[in-house]
């Protein structure tokens, strides 16, 4: 069974930081690809970070200097590191893992998600 459970969101308040985690199970992890992101009510889900299987990162610029992501193989999980955080930043995080060369029933898998709540 494929599992990506997300930990490590709370409340916070602006300027502060928070480190993400998501735990994967059930993939060969170094083959994939691992993402943030998020989505606050009334809006989309929006791409926050990737981090390619050889270890090159992307961000959104809204948290670019910010943010950074990060994985570990050995431990088969991604972290997402945040500082300086925005009340803006509120969101449900969801952590995603997907590989190009896989079948499309094996190529995307998705967390259940963590709460990040930034108060004013």
């Known amino acids: 069974q494929v599992q990506l459970v997300e930990s490590g969101g709370g409340l916070v308040q602006p300027g502060g930081s928070l480190r993400l985690s998501c735990a994967a199970s059930?993939?060969?992890?170094?083959?994939?690809?691992m993402g943030w992101y998020r989505q606050s009510p009334g809006k989309q889900r929006e791409l926050v970070a990737t981090?390619?299987?050889?270890?090159?990162?992307n961000y959104a610029e809204s948290v670019k200097g910010r943010f950074t992501i990060s994985r570990d193989n050995a431990k088969n999980t991604v972290y997402l590191q945040m500082n300086s955080l925005k009340p803006e930043d509120t969101a449900v995080y969801y952590c995603?893992?997907?590989?190009?060369?896989?079948?499309?029933?094996?190529?995307?898998?998705w967390g259940q998600g963590t709460q990040v709540t930034v108060s004013s």
């Open positions: 995603n893992a997907h590989c190009g060369g896989c079948p499309s029933a094996l190529r995307d898998y």
């Open positions: 981090i390619t299987a050889g270890g090159s990162t």
């Open positions: 059930g993939i060969t992890f170094r083959f994939y690809a």
